[in-house]
């Protein structure tokens, strides 16, 4: 099985795309940002040096983000939806390291940031990140719980508003050497994000099968 990983920017879609292609299939999914967060939850040592780049919307060191990564990968038993790495050229070539001898496909989900700052704002998340709504276009059916869970919906510190136009900002200044990149070994395909979610999955199915 091809491992996947997908680019986009901050609300482009790729926690949702992972959250369908790992359903009924034995993908899993893998998030730094959804590890990371759990970091700053449980306060370890590492999540209080991180909270404060998180919640400013920074990038936390490449390193520190590598680590993370493969501490929680087994590439010899499982493939992939790899949702928020790489974020830039060092940390793709690291990623490309631990692929070596493993097939993987990488998407680009494409769409203009600017609209992205207003469905951001409507974003809520399950304290994990793994369950995602939006208020306007996918709202939870209980308003302010989780359909799955049960559990409070909230929204993340860094989907304000501020904080949304700085991750923007790094997003844009990482991204294009990084398609350059992929581009040039041939694995990058790019899909049309600002349609609708199941119109996205199918296109994104259809690329994971060949
Ligand atoms: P995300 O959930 O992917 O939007 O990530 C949320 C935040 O986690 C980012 O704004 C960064 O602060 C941090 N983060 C997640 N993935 C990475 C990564 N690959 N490299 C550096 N920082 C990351």
Same mark, same amino acid.
Request: proline fraction near 3%; charged fraction near 30%.
């Given at each position: ?106 998407? #680009?989900?494409? &769409?203009?940031? $600017? @609209? *992205?700052?207003? !469905?951001?704002? =409507? ?21 302010? #719980?989780?359909? &799955?869970?049960? $559990? @409070? *919906?909230?929204? !993340?510190?860094? =989907? ?24 040039? &070994? ?9 349609? =609708? ?14």
């Amino acid at each position: 099985m091809k491992n996947i990983i997908l680019l986009g920017a901050p609300g482009s879609g790729k926690g949702t795309q992972s959250s369908k292609l790992i359903e009924n299939s034995p993908y899993l999914h893998i998030s730094t940002g959804n590890l990371l967060r759990s970091e700053i939850s449980n306060k370890t040592e590492l999540g209080l040096e991180i909270e404060k780049i998180m919640s400013s919307g920074g990038l936390v060191p490449d390193k520190l983000a590598f680590e993370v990564l493969k501490s929680n990968l087994d590439l010899s038993l499982n493939a992939y939806v790899f949702d928020g790495y790489p974020r830039n050229i060092e940390q793709a070539k690291y990623l490309d390291k631990i692929l070596l001898g493993h097939d993987y496909i990488v998407i #680009f989900l494409e &769409i203009n940031t $600017e @609209k *992205l700052v207003e !469905r951001l704002k =409507d974003r809520r998340v399950t304290s994990d990140g793994k369950h995602i709504y939006n208020l306007k276009t996918k709202p939870p059916l209980k308003d302010g #719980f989780c359909d &799955i869970t049960g $559990e @409070k *919906l909230l929204q !993340r510190e860094d =989907d304000k508003e501020i904080v949304v136009r700085e991750r923007m900002k790094i997003f844009n200044s990482n991204v294009e050497p990084l398609l350059d990149y992929y581009e040039n &070994i041939n694995r990058l395909v790019r899909v049309d994000a600002s349609r =609708d979610l199941n119109f996205i999955f199918d296109e994104l199915a259809s690329f994971v099968k060949d």
